[in-house]
Nanobody, 125 residues
Framework: QVQLVESGGGVVQAGGSLTLSCAAS????????MGWFRQAPGKERQFVGY????????YYADFVEGRFTISRDNAKNTVVLQMNSLKPEDTAVYYC??????????????????WGQGTQVTVSS
């Protein structure tokens, strides 16, 4: 079955960087639209960005402001979220998501079929 496992979260000072990885099994990330979402305490799950099902096309939420980059490591069947210039408001559990449909990508949680367990990112001020 499909499984997504996030890793790389932790505690970082404001202005610092973290790299999150999403290791996939049961699907091939190079042919799959993959999204990143986050959820802070008391808030709904929020779209962060996606990489399209084919190629390297990416799209990000406005709050990213050029700070984050999504990419694939096809040899490891992994999707990577590189986060720079982190702010305290970036504190959240970050989730990787995948769809088995041939979508370019989506900002909506309902368009994704599989989710990882999440990894905690805490940005201290």
């Amino acid at each position: 079955q499909v499984q997504l496992v996030e890793s790389g979260g932790g505690v970082v000072q404001a202005g610092g960087s973290l790299t999150l990885s999403c290791a996939a099994s049961g699907l091939t990330v190079s042919n799959t639209a993959m999204g990143w979402f986050r959820q802070a305490p008391g808030k709904e799950r929020q779209f962060v960005g996606y990489i399209a099902w084919r190629g390297e096309l990416t799209y990000y939420a406005d709050f990213v402001e050029g700070r984050f980059t999504i990419s694939r490591d096809n040899a490891k069947n992994t999707v990577v979220l590189q986060m720079n210039s982190l702010k305290p408001e970036d504190t959240a559990v970050y989730y990787c998501a995948a769809t088995m449909r041939k979508l370019w990508g989506s900002r909506d949680v309902g368009d994704y079929d599989y989710w990882g367990q999440g990894t905690q990112v805490t940005v201290s001020s």
